[in-house]
Nanobody, 123 residues
C-alpha cells in the first residue's frame, strides 16, 4: 500500500519561508513521479510543482516559479518543497501526490495522495 505523509506546514508571515516534506513508503520510490498540489479555501485543488522519477526534470505552476523549489532525496524516500517569498495567496492545504508515469500538472493523473499539511501565510 502506497503511503504519503506530508509535514512542515504552519503559520508564517508574508515574505517568509517554509519547507514541506513528503515521506513515501510502500512502493519503489525511484519509479514514481511526485508532485505537490494545494487547495485554498473555497477553491479547487491546483498544481504547484512536480519532479520526475529520475530527478532530471521538474515543472512548476507559473504562480510559484522562481519562489518554490521541488527536490527529492532517494535515501530518505522523501520529496521536499522549499517555499520562499510566501504571500497570503499561497495559503492552503498542500498535498503530496504520486503517479507511475511522467510529469503532469493534472490532479486526475495522480494515483496516490497524502492527507495534506496546512500552510497559512499572514499579511
Amino acid at each position: 500500500q502506497v503511503q504519503l505523509v506530508e509535514s512542515g506546514g504552519g503559520l508564517v508571515q508574508s515574505g517568509g519561508s517554509l519547507r514541506l516534506s513528503c515521506e513515501a513508503s510502500g512502493y519503489s520510490f525511484s519509479t514514481f513521479t511526485l508532485a505537490w498540489f494545494r487547495q485554498a479555501p473555497g477553491k479547487e485543488r491546483s498544481f504547484v510543482a512536480s519532479i520526475n522519477r529520475n530527478n532530471a526534470n521538474t515543472r512548476y505552476a507559473d504562480s510559484v516559479e522562481a519562489r518554490f523549489t521541488i527536490s527529492r532525496d532517494y535515501a530518505k524516500n522523501t520529496i521536499f518543497l522549499q517555499m520562499n517569498s510566501l504571500t497570503p495567496e499561497d495559503t492552503g492545504v498542500y498535498y503530496c501526490a504520486a503517479r507511475n508515469g511522467g510529469l503532469s500538472s493534472y490532479s486526475e493523473a495522480y494515483d496516490f495522495w497524502g492527507q495534506g499539511t496546512q500552510v497559512t501565510v499572514s499579511s
